[in-house]
């Protein structure tokens, strides 16, 4: 069982940056891929990054990449999100996510476990 608690959201203006943090419960943080989408009001989850357990690389949703950049920490238990130069359609409740059997990582079916999620909220 992993337990994902997320923070770092919050209201910023466009053009800003934030930073989301994620942290699991469990000794076996280090063979979880980690991932993180986003869902905004009235609309479906949709992917936004993950990062592999094996390789460390991180891959990102067209729509943020050049912008957001997922990283890890295995030795704090702990994943990332770098939000930078945000834009008011970034606005969205954010959950971290945890799979620790290979699949699709850019679907919400590929991951077993699921934070909270936190607030993000970009003005214009």
């Known amino acids: 069982q992993v337990q994902l608690v997320e923070s770092g959201g919050g209201l910023v203006q466009a053009g800003g940056s934030l930073r989301l943090s994620c942290a699991a419960s469990?000794?076996?943080?280090?063979?979880?891929?980690m991932g993180w989408f986003r869902q905004a009001p009235g609309k479906e989850r949709e992917f936004v990054a993950y990062?592999?357990?094996?390789?460390?690389?991180?891959y990102s949703a067209d729509s943020v990449k050049g912008r957001f950049t997922i990283s890890r920490d295995n030795a704090k238990n702990t994943v990332y999100l770098q939000m930078n130069s945000l834009k008011p359609e970034d606005t969205a409740v954010y959950y971290c996510?945890?799979?620790?059997?290979?699949?699709?990582?850019?679907?919400?079916?590929?991951?077993?476990?699921w934070g909270q999620g936190t607030q993000v909220t970009v003005s214009s």
């Open positions: 990062v592999h357990w094996s390789s460390g690389s991180g």
């Open positions: 469990g000794r076996t943080f280090s063979m979880y891929t």
């Open positions: 996510s945890a799979a620790r059997y290979s699949g699709s990582y850019y679907s919400e079916s590929g991951y077993e476990y």
